[in-house]
């Protein structure tokens, strides 16, 4: 997998070691939005692989997500992954960014995500269950000089396993294929494995929910050896 | 957009071993580990659970884990067929001073697989006693001609390529036995394994038994590590999982939550 994407300074894909996110919801108000970046930023203290942090538009709110970003922005240096279906709200939150870039995922309307982070001059994800739908939107999305990343839409193990190898392969044959593997799972120990197999098997990206110290500790352990493992392969 | 093909099946079918009393089978994989895509067959890994007979491999965890049965290695053994565990691993300290006749009645009160590690001696003395259930005999040294009857042998090997060049020519079962001491690293032998088998080359193709346990001594030395008994189960547990994305047929744990979480790990993969 050659594509490489840059999200705010942080470099995703391209052989590289796997990135880790973990989320923050808009449905916080301010102060326990401060406080949940406090526990990422200390339960991922110490760990490299854990370049990037997600924010929710759970709310539906534009406001409410752009001044939960400006938040996190403010506390969190690494890569941004902005999360909503609404592109008002993802404009909304990009204009608190400075010129950071972050990477915008709208996972139900990917023409309307395609289109804002071309005019934000964003990389997107595109997300679909359907291998040949991924690869069309893979296509629309380098056609409109839009940087992309895959999200094959796993939402088991055997799925993950499975999709994140045939996009592998794929990359080895057509362009279109050839781009940052993300991978969404949720919280606690099956989040934990459900990000083993995925950064086993090639992702470049895993977005979480969350996960407690030790799990991070897990899985940023996974990620180094295969980010270490990818360095020695010819 | 029309794609092209990626299945990328072998036409290979890898070694079997039966085991026990010929009811567990391990093995047999025609494909890279798990993936429908190539065709996989739909088998799980095996879970051995690790019981010692002498020495305190459980850090003191042990009543925690095991309900105090793991002073006696045959009620510890049966502890582990009760949690679900396809076989016992038996380890036999060097210099061991009890009466081995214990592996004997592990072996019947069980009715599971053994693997049997010790010296060469120890080793091939149970292979003789024991001849209705098939054991994987795992000598710390040299069997210098000593039967091994119809039992599996294992070889110890670090890398594929010490793993072909012990198996090239073995006459019998084999087993390779690797060991992991990290959640991922250290599985590239086992990957490379199963890829020269499904090239059929020489010395290749053996079903590959993986030895999470190590992982325990790096838990207990880290600083700061939590709830001892949940960090070493997802850190085994998760060892188990990377283990058997490289292709281990059998997996050799120390603690029950963490076989618990391979098997259904496993059973998930395999989509049994």
């Known amino acids: 997998m050659s594509g490489e994407l840059e999200i705010g300074g942080t470099c995703i894909g391209g052989g590289g070691r796997p990135t880790i996110a973990l989320s923050v919801t808009d449905i916080l108000d301010t102060g326990s939005v401060a406080v949940r970046m406090g526990n990422i930023i200390d339960r991922t203290s110490g760990l490299e ?183 020695e392969a010819p | 957009m029309r794609l092209p093909k990626t299945s990328e099946p072998s036409g290979t079918v890898l070694r079997e071993i039966r085991l026990g009393k010929g009811d567990f089978a391990a093995g047999g994989a025609c494909s890279a580990p798990f993936l429908d895509l190539d065709g996989a067959r739909r088998r799980r890994p095996l879970v051995f659970g690790e019981v010692p007979l002498s020495g305190d491999t459980l850090h003191g965890l042990g009543d925690q884990l095991f309900s105090g049965r793991q002073d006696d290695p045959e009620e510890w053994s049966v502890m582990w067929r009760e949690i679900g565990a396809d076989g016992i691993y038996v380890r036999v300290p060097p210099g061991y001073d009890g009466d081995p006749a214990v592996i004997d009645r592990i072996c019947s009160r069980t009715n599971l697989p053994v693997a049997v590690d010790g010296d060469p001696e120890l080793v091939a003395a149970v292979a003789d006693r024991i001849r209705d259930s098939i054991l994987i005999l795992v000598p710390r040294g040299d069997m210098d001609g000593r039967p091994c009857g119809e039992h599996v042998v294992a070889t110890v090997c670090r890398s594929c390529d010490e793993a072909i060049r012990s198996c090239t020519g073995a006459c019998g079962d084999t087993v390779v036995l690797m060991s992991v001491d990290d959640v991922a690293g250290g599985t590239s032998g086992m990957s490379d394994y199963r890829r020269a088998g499904l090239a059929s080359e020489p010395g290749s193709g053996h079903p590959v038994m993986v030895d999470t346990t190590p992982i325990w001594d790096r838990v207990l030395s880290m600083d700061g590590a939590g709830d001892p008994v949940r960090t070493l189960s997802m850190w085994e547990g998760t060892a188990a999982l990377t283990a058997m994305m490289a292709g281990a047929d059998i997996l050799v744990m120390r603690g029950p939550g963490a076989a618990d979480m391979a098997r259904v790990y496993g059973e998930e993969l395999a989509d049994l």
């Open chain 1, 49 to 231: 692989s854990f370049d990037a942090v997600c924010i929710r538009n759970d709310s539906g709110s534009p406001d409410a997500f752009a001044e939960t970003v400006a938040i996190v922005a403010s506390l969190w240096s690494g890569g941004l992954i902005l999360d909503s279906d609404d592109p008002a709200a993802i404009l909304m939150a990009a204009g608190q960014l400075g010129d950071r870039r972050p990477l915008i995922t709208m996972g139900s309307s990917p023409g309307d995500g395609m289109m804002t982070a071309g005019m934000l001059g964003c990389p997107v994800v595109v997300r679909s269950d359907s291998m040949e739908e991924l690869m069309d939107l893979s296509a629309e999305a380098s056609g409109a000089g839009v940087g992309v990343a895959l999200d094959p839409a796993a939402t088991n193990m055997k799925q993950c396993l499975e999709r994140n190898t045939d996009l592998h392969r794929l990359a080895t044959r057509i362009p279109e294929a050839d781009h940052p593997v993300v991978t969404r799972a949720w919280s606690g120990e099956y989040a934990l494995a459900m990000g083993t197999v995925s950064i086993v098997n090639h992702a470049s990206l895993v977005i979480l929910d969350d996960l407690d110290r030790d799990s991070c500790v897990v899985i940023d352990r996974v990620s180094r050896s295969m980010g270490a493992a990818h360095a």
